[in-house]
């Protein structure tokens, strides 16, 4: 069912960087919906540990990054899981776009030194660290990502 998804994109897309971030997106979501029930922890625990680092959640953003993460999920799977059943363009759409609003509320909940740091950090692997940029790529958007994205689906 994933490469059928990707074969509705691949006339919509121009092969690079975005392309590539479609196939780790819906991987990795795909890859949390397998372990079943575990998903969902290894979900917010995961997009957690990969950005503290970064941003360095305080003790009082701790919970509130986990519940929104948990709430991404639980918002995602329904229409990841819908988007497989039908391989329809506007659902598939509707995952992109789905996670472009999630992407745009984590940002608005870092302060704005965080969401420098957050910046500068992505835009770093973009350009220098491919492993990187490809690990955060899955769960998060650079800038240029981003707006590309929205260009794309909007």
Do not use: C, H
């Amino acid at each position: 069912m994933k490469k059928l998804f990707l074969l509705l994109f691949i006339p919509l897309l121009s092969f690079g960087q975005f392309e590539k971030s479609i196939k780790l997106k819906v991987a990795v979501i795909q890859n949390f919906v397998q372990k079943g029930e575990e998903g969902e922890k290894m979900y917010w625990q995961t997009k957690g540990q990969i950005t503290f680092g970064i941003v360095n959640y305080t003790d009082e953003q701790n919970p509130i990054f986990r519940d929104l993460f948990i709430s991404q999920y639980r918002e995602i799977v329904p229409i990841y899981n819908k988007m497989n059943e039908t391989s329809n363009e506007d659902d598939s759409a509707l995952f992109i776009q789905i996670l472009i609003r999630q992407e745009e509320d984590y940002r608005k909940l870092l302060t704005e030194e965080q969401l420098q740091k957050y910046f500068a950090a992505l835009a770093e692997f973009e350009k220098s660290n491919p492993e990187a940029n490809d690990s955060y790529t899955s769960l998060f958007f650079s800038e240029n990502l981003l707006k590309e994205y929205k260009e794309r689906f909007y």
